[in-house]
């Protein structure tokens, strides 16, 4: 998404240990119009999936989600609640995640009430790093018996594993920003 | 506002301990037309006070604010950050709030790169219980000398002080849907 990589360029930080930050537009400070076309392309290139939802997690996720789910002509979003602790409830769905760059485990649920059997399910979130969030997301996806009809990301590194790991299950996965590579000196490469 | 306190009488739970939910519409499944409903509600509500920028707070704020800003032609929003802990930093403002229903304390902050000296700041929440979160963002508007345009919550019930609370500051309060009293039997009535 041509849009989104030149926003990229001329707004991403590039953070010691690899980290892009973009968060003067989407993950703290957030600019809706560019949010809207994203929903748009997430829109184009999943329409043929017919998704009946979509399924994403806390926070940064939530603004992406319903972006979409107004160009997908409002189906419901859920998002899932990241929490440190795993608490054991009938109720809920839970998966763990473990974070890299906190280095902390999270576990994240959903309520049962909100995810059902036969649901075709968009997966959307921000960043697609290792895939650990993804991977929650469709082991939940799994445990209400929803299908999964495609992973969405708005940014990857293709030099991580995320993107390839969600694949290997079997998965359509889409991402609007692809990053090749990205230097100290500021300079980040698409693919 | 009207179709958002049927949907609360139709959707929305009680729970003992006085805690009113409705994550079946907007804290965990968002239902995003009446989101834009909201959006549209909140933008006649304070159009006159011409923001600049919305602030909320993670995680149930984003999507009630990215919907307003639509309304309002796009204009920037920002959401504030939960930490458990204070870990000092130049580059933000911080503020504490405590949260009754958890019985702890948060740390809430926004990068002072995200809020500007003399920007009118529409504050946006879904939940104005006892104020407590509503005040560390007019705190931390404060600290960067920005201006509140006004606040606004989705629901507050009017047996609890933060309505006062916040109007007592001097500023322009709006509550889309006021809770008078909930009954244990699941009965809720509306100012």
Same mark, same amino acid.
């Given at each position: 998404m041509?849009?989104?990589?030149e926003?990229?360029?001329?707004?991403?930080?590039?953070? /010691?240990?690899?980290?892009?930050?973009?968060?003067s537009?989407?993950?703290?400070?957030?600019? $809706?119009r560019?949010?809207? &076309?994203?929903?748009? &392309?997430?829109?184009?290139?999943f329409?043929d999936? *017919? /998704?009946?939802?979509?399924?994403?997690?806390?926070?940064s996720?939530?603004?992406?989600?319903t972006?979409?789910s107004?160009s997908?002509?409002?189906? /419901?979003? $859920?998002?899932?609640?990241?929490? +440190? +602790?795993?608490?054991?409830?009938?109720? @809920?769905?839970q998966?763990s &995640?473990?974070?890299?760059? *906190?280095?902390?485990?999270y576990v994240i649920? @959903?309520?049962?009430?909100?995810?059902k059997e036969?649901?075709?399910?968009?997966i959307?979130?921000?960043?697609? +790093?290792?895939?650990?969030?993804?991977?929650?997301?469709?082991?939940?996806?799994k445990?209400?018996?929803?299908?999964?009809?495609?992973c969405?990301? $708005? !940014?990857?590194k293709?030099?991580?594993?995320? &993107?390839?790991?969600?694949?290997?299950?079997?998965y359509? !996965?889409? @991402?609007?920003?692809? !990053?090749?590579?990205?230097?100290?000196?500021?300079?980040?490469?698409?693919?």
């Amino acid at each position: 998404m041509k849009l989104l990589e030149e926003r990229i360029i001329r707004d991403g930080r590039i953070l /010691p240990g690899d980290i892009l930050k973009i968060d003067s537009f989407l993950n703290h400070q957030i600019d $809706v119009r560019l949010l809207d &076309e994203i929903g748009e &392309e997430f829109h184009r290139l999943f329409m043929d999936c *017919r /998704p009946d939802k979509i399924l994403t997690i806390e926070a940064s996720g939530i603004a992406i989600a319903t972006a979409t789910s107004r160009s997908f002509g409002y189906i /419901p979003v $859920v998002f899932a609640k990241k929490t +440190a +602790a795993s608490n054991m409830s009938d109720a @809920v769905y839970q998966a763990s &995640e473990h974070s890299y760059t *906190r280095n902390i485990d999270y576990v994240i649920q @959903v309520a049962k009430d909100y995810l059902k059997e036969g649901e075709r399910i968009l997966i959307l979130d921000d960043f697609l +790093a290792n895939g650990e969030a993804m991977n929650a997301m469709i082991e939940i996806c799994k445990m209400a018996k929803a299908e999964i009809a495609g992973c969405g990301s $708005v !940014v990857c590194k293709t030099y991580q594993s995320g &993107e390839q790991r969600i694949k290997d299950l079997g998965y359509k !996965v889409e @991402v609007l920003a692809r !990053v090749k590579s990205m230097t100290d000196d500021g300079k980040i490469e698409f693919e």
